[in-house]
């Protein structure tokens, strides 16, 4: 452990006197030199703390991209030059500054296929100071493929006659790597949308809970969730269990990649996130295990036929009681107690027998002689045969118990399966991949309930960048800073973690302090974190974005 050298102790009116006579010495030897480096140097750029350039550059460089708009090719080299110095400058500013990699979330529209749009997006993160964007590629039932290129299930985003061979995102890769961007997909995983829910030949790879309800179809409340961005209507969640939800999104993170983004990352890793008491799960109906697939894999732990049938019987009800267990046992006595993955069993205590009496002693006077038999030989009395004890019951309350711990169990194992196939692909070309997560999704709430979300981040691969969304909104950082420092603390060692904070530049957004606000304090109580991503472009640009979203091709 390195420790700092502990500062020499100076008075404070000493202070003041030394610093100004340093002041006077310095620049009485180095002003005038200064002064003519100053005067001949030639211009560099001008940042703010978070390396954002000037209004003056800003305006300069749009000024470019329109001109080269025409396609005059002076103005057009004109323009790339001004995107390379540009690139060059933020590449050393972020070298030099912290946060090393400062990252925002962005969305494309339709509208952005016009010429130039892209282009004036793209400049605009960059004025912003950012060097990676993470570019949302499927999201809400629809991807951001060319309809001319898309095996998938979902629909394209661009959908537009005559655009069919238009690919956004191929040249939102291209004109970010032209920037200095790294460029990442952003995709939803286990959120699979409304426009699939709506498919009758993927019913069974939807996720469903006791009530045989599913995401779409539990009552939630159906406004917009400000505090997540999250619109209910177009939350389908899947089994991740179902071979047919894997084999579609399989499908789909090929096809991005095909693109060659510079890194993926993964969203809604996990299940739907409950309104009021439901969004805790106390009991197995609560559960989104009730699909055929996770069903069947579920009944599949069981280690032997007592175990299956009392699984069966407990997501059938969702409890059990002394009649089920007695009924098991007795459908399969040659099995000592129901068993499934992880259970250990417990001994159960044979009762003793009740021992059987001595036989009580004649009285001498009442003593007669024995019968004896015809055959010669004394009447011996045949001996009481011994009870044969009955086996004692597992206790129901603790099988109970062990079947809560293995459905939730089984229900998380279900989230980290998917997300190991949805990687692999990626990974195994070399391109990194980042979780998206919520610090508290993984929380146990009081005794035995948990957050409906279901998230184990806790336990994703330390090879997985750790995209913390750490959005609490109180009007201050006391919310914000504990989520980052509790994905500090849980987060295997070694991984890489990128918080999220929500808001905008210079103010006050949506009951959370401004970016800088969030930002100093997660470099106060964190200072290892050296990587923040904002979400999101459109929350800084709200005009901006709506006039991109609702625009007519």
Not at 118 to 126: A, F, G, P, Q, S
Not at 349 to 357: C, G, I, Q, S, V
Request: proline share 8%; charged share 20%.
């Amino acid at each position: 452990m390195k420790f700092a050298p502990n500062p020499i102790a100076i008075p404070q009116r000493q202070r003041r006197f030394l610093s100004a006579v340093t002041a006077v010495l310095t620049c009485s030897f180095i002003c005038p030199i200064l002064g003519e480096i100053i005067e001949n140097k030639p211009a560099v750029a001008q940042f703010s703390a978070y390396c954002q350039f000037s209004k003056e550059q800003v305006n300069e460089k749009e000024d470019l991209r329109r001109a080269a708009l025409s396609g005059k090719p002076e103005s057009q080299q004109a323009y790339f030059s001004a995107l390379n110095k540009h690139a060059r400058e933020i590449a050393e500013c972020r070298q030099k500054n912290w946060p090393q990699t400062q990252a925002v979330w962005l969305r494309l529209y339709p509208c952005d296929v016009r010429a130039g749009e892209l282009d004036r997006v793209l400049d605009k993160v960059v004025n912003k100071g950012y060097n990676q964007v993470y570019i949302e590629v499927f999201y809400d039932g629809q991807v951001l493929l060319p309809v001319a290129d898309n095996p998938t299930t979902w629909p394209s985003v661009l959908r537009n006659r005559g655009y069919e061979k238009s690919d956004l995102l191929e040249n939102a890769i291209a004109k970010g790597k032209q920037r200095g961007l790294k460029v990442y997909a952003w995709l939803f995983t286990m959120n699979f949308g409304y426009t699939y829910a709506q498919r009758e030949d993927r019913q069974q790879a939807l996720a469903k809970n006791g009530q045989n309800q599913t995401t779409l179809t539990v009552v939630q409340d159906g406004g917009i969730n400000d505090d997540f961005a999250e619109v209910p209507g177009n939350q389908a969640f899947v089994d991740p269990y179902s071979p047919q939800a894997r084999q579609d999104y399989s499908l789909l993170v090929n096809q991005v990649l095909k693109r060659r983004p510079q890194g993926m990352l993964f969203d809604y890793i996990r299940y739907l996130r409950g309104v009021g008491p439901a969004s805790v799960v106390t009991k197995v109906k609560d559960l989104w295990i009730y699909g055929p697939a996770s069903q069947q894999v579920l009944l599949q732990r069981a280690n032997n036929q007592q175990g299956r049938d009392l699984i069966q019987r407990y997501l059938t009800k969702g409890f059990i009681n002394v009649s089920d267990v007695q009924a098991v046992v007795k459908q399969y006595p040659t099995e000592k107690e129901p068993l499934w993955q992880g259970r250990i069993p417990q001994p159960i205590a044979t009762p003793t027998p009740t021992p059987t009496p001595p036989p009580k002693k004649a009285n001498s006077r009442g003593l007669t002689a024995a019968k004896v038999p015809d055959n010669g030989k004394p009447n011996v009395p045949n001996p009481t045969p011994k009870p044969t004890p009955t086996p004692k019951l597992p206790d129901t309350g603790t099988l109970q118990k062990d079947l809560w711990k293995l459905s939730v169990a089984h229900a998380v194992q279900g989230v980290l399966e998917f997300l190991g196939m949805a990687i692999q692909p990626a990974q195994r070309m070399g391109i990194p991949v980042g979780a998206v997560f919520f610090p508290n999704g993984n929380q146990t709430i009081n005794l035995g309930g948990f957050d409906s979300r279901l998230q184990p981040w806790d336990r994703f691969a330390a090879s997985v960048e750790f995209h913390a969304m750490s959005y609490g909104n109180c009007g201050d950082v006391s919310c914000i800073v504990p989520q980052v420092q509790r994905t500090v603390s849980l987060a295997p060692p070694g991984a890489k973690i990128i918080p999220a904070i929500a808001g905008d530049w210079g103010k006050s957004l949506k009951n959370r302090p401004s970016l800088e606000v969030q930002m100093q304090a997660i470099r106060s109580a964190t200072p290892q974190i050296n990587a923040v991503s904002h979400f999101s472009f459109g929350w800084q640009e709200p005009e901006d974005e709506r006039a991109r979203q609702t625009c007519r091709l």
